[in-house]
């Protein structure tokens, strides 16, 4: 049977495009209209100004430095976070299932400290150790934590026990029933701790950067501080459709991969 | 039941040269009931001092009404409950999982859904040792190709059928090699025609001198256990073993098979006191 072109793949991507497209227009047709009279052209410039900016971002950048190498500054930061992030979060919930108390300390852990923002921590850390790059990392790396270990932690309980069972009677046992059955059993869990961890710590890492911008590792969100005392609007908007692009990519890119090759090949259910 | 049936005399001595592989020797099982609201905390005495033999290629098929038991007989056998009394194993006590008895589960999806059906069976094989690649791949071809799935083996666990799977499970049992199968009513899920086939290939496989097996099998069914064990077994509530003996019904076993009316009300008769 062959599906009507409204079911398809195409329609929904052509409804995406066409909805972004009328978006554009609405935007361009209120900028051009200067509805903010004076304030119009700060508020609302135009697309062209917009693009110009997006290309001047890089070419000019502030005071001589492109917003490449900030956005590589940041990326540079956030990766150690993630990784050491994830590592841990790994490492502590894998703790937690070989230790009872362990569990009972780790998991009131991450309870507490999920709920707590991390920007709201951050001037604790400045004071004790200074403003140093390794503060946003600290901060990346408590975004990720909380919410992947929740996961990991979820992910764990959850590993069906005829899988745990059959691992068991191959001889599996402590680490190796761990990462033999816990591990890929959670796969689902820890695919959705990834993507709430990613976004977590991608949008920590840019409010971190805009309270606390360091001079000397400067990142996007120092960038579009800098940009907005200096009024130049344009530049800040292209700075956010960089930060949204850089969020697609990873998306695209990396995680939705991810997920296919796990989860989605294995034929495992998505947890939530 | 404790007087001998026709066939019993005549099957002990025939199995009596082969070694005992499996010896439970007074067996006895309280699952906790002191969370149970109701129940009286005494704990629930599913198993009780219960012994049982069972010689190499032996092919036992375990009847009992459900709740007796025979599940948890099993898992003790297997290692995955606390229990007392002994297990042994070719003579060595066992209390916790191993290689030597494979459970296959009454669960179809007992498969790990996140390797092929090929890395499935050769999971084991590599936690045993093997580490030749060649080596793995032609033991697990072999197993695929005795359960009737050759081509398979690139095959995710999802893309099969319940019965497939059922399959997989007992080719990577039988890789393995245990010293003795544990089967938990593994048909008991499927249609009536691929049980059927599957009855009759593991009817086969069982009496294959190069698989050399020897298998415990649970099931609720007296037809299916008439037509595969060499011994059948019935369990009584509480763990009592009612009926052990050789089976009486010459292979192949038919409905149409001199004696199987008889015994299969024997059986029936058998089962219903229980
Ligand atoms: N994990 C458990 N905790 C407590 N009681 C249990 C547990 N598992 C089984 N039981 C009890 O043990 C008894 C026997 O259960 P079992 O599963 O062995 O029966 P069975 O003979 O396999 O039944 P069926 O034919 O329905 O599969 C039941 O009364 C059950 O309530
Ligand atoms: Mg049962």
Redesign the pocket.
């Known amino acids: 049977m062959k599906k009507s072109f409204r079911e398809s793949k195409s329609c929904d991507i052509l409804v995406k495009v066409l909805f972004l497209v009328l978006v554009a227009i609405i935007w361009e047709i209120t900028a051009k209209a200067h509805v903010f009279g004076e304030r119009s052209e700060i508020v609302f410039p135009t697309i062209e100004a917009i693009g110009a900016a997006f290309v001047r971002n890089f070419t000019k950048g502030y005071a001589g430095t492109g917003l490449a190498l900030y956005t590589l500054n940041s990326m540079n930061l956030l990766l150690r976070g993630l990784l050491i992030g994830i590592g841990l979060a790994f490492a502590f919930s894998g703790l937690s299932m070989i230790s009872r108390t362990f569990s009972n300390v780790y998991n009131l852990c991450v309870t507490i400290f999920d709920l707590l923002p991390g920007v709201a921590l951050l001037p604790v850390v400045i004071v004790i150790f200074g403003v140093k790059p390794g503060v946003i990392v600290f901060l990346v790396v408590h975004s990720v934590i909380w919410p992947m270990s929740r996961s990991v932690l979820d992910g764990f309980k959850a590993a069906p026990k005829i899988y745990v069972e059959a691992g068991k009677n191959l001889g599996l046992n402590g680490p190796g029933l761990l990462f033999g059955v816990y591990v890929p059993a959670a796969a689902a869990y820890i695919v959705s701790g990834l993507k709430v961890g990613w976004a977590r710590a991608w949008r920590g890492l840019i409010a971190a950067e805009m309270v606390f911008g360091i001079a000397s590792c400067p990142g996007i969100g120092l960038y579009i501080n800098q940009m907005r005392t200096n009024m130049k609007n344009a530049e800040m908007y292209a700075t956010l459709i960089v930060i949204i692009i850089i969020g697609l990519v990873v998306q695209y890119g990396i995680l939705n991969p991810i997920e296919k090759m796990t989860v989605r090949r294995w034929g495992m259910v998505s947890a939530a | 039941m404790d007087e001998a049936g026709p066939g019993t005399a005549a099957g002990d001595v025939d199995a009596a040269d082969k070694p005992v592989v499996l010896e439970v020797s007074h067996l006895t099982?309280i699952?906790?009931?002191s969370q149970?609201p109701g129940a009286d905390g005494m704990g629930?005495r599913?198993?009780v001092d219960l012994s049982l033999q069972v010689r190499k290629n032996d092919f036992l098929c375990i009847l009992?009404?459900?709740?007796?038991?025979?599940?948890?007989?099993?898992?003790c056998i297997g290692g995955f409950?606390n229990f007392e009394g002994k297990i042994r194993i070719n003579g060595i006590e066992r209390r916790t999982p191993g290689t030597d008895r494979i459970m296959v589960f009454?669960d179809y999806n007992q498969l790990f859904p996140w390797k092929t059906v090929e890395k499935n069976i050769q999971y084991g094989l590599k936690l045993k040792g093997i580490r030749d690649k060649e080596e793995l791949r032609r033991l697990s071809d072999h197993a695929l190709e005795t359960v009737g799935l050759s081509g398979y083996q690139k095959y995710y666990p999802h893309q099969l059928s319940g019965g497939m799977k059922q399959r997989v499970a007992i080719a990577k049992a039988l890789a393995l090699k245990p010293e003795i199968i544990l089967m938990?009513?593994p048909f008991a899920a499927l249609d009536a025609i691929t049980r059927n086939t599957l009855q009759q290939e593991l009817l086969r496989i069982s009496a294959d001198q190069d698989w050399d097996c020897t298998i415990i099998f649970?099931t609720?069914n007296i037809q299916e256990a008439i037509v595969l064990g060499t011994r059948i077994m019935v369990?009584e509530k509480g763990g009592t073993i009612a009926v052990n003996e050789k089976n009486p019904i010459r292979r192949p076993v038919t409905p149409a098979s001199e004696g199987y009316g008889a015994y299969w009300n024997k059986l029936h008769a058998a089962l219903y006191r229980a």
């Open positions: 099982k699952f906790d009931d149970i629930n599913v198993i009992g009404p459900s709740g007796c038991g025979k599940t948890t007989l099993l898992r409950e009454q938990d009513e649970i609720h369990m």
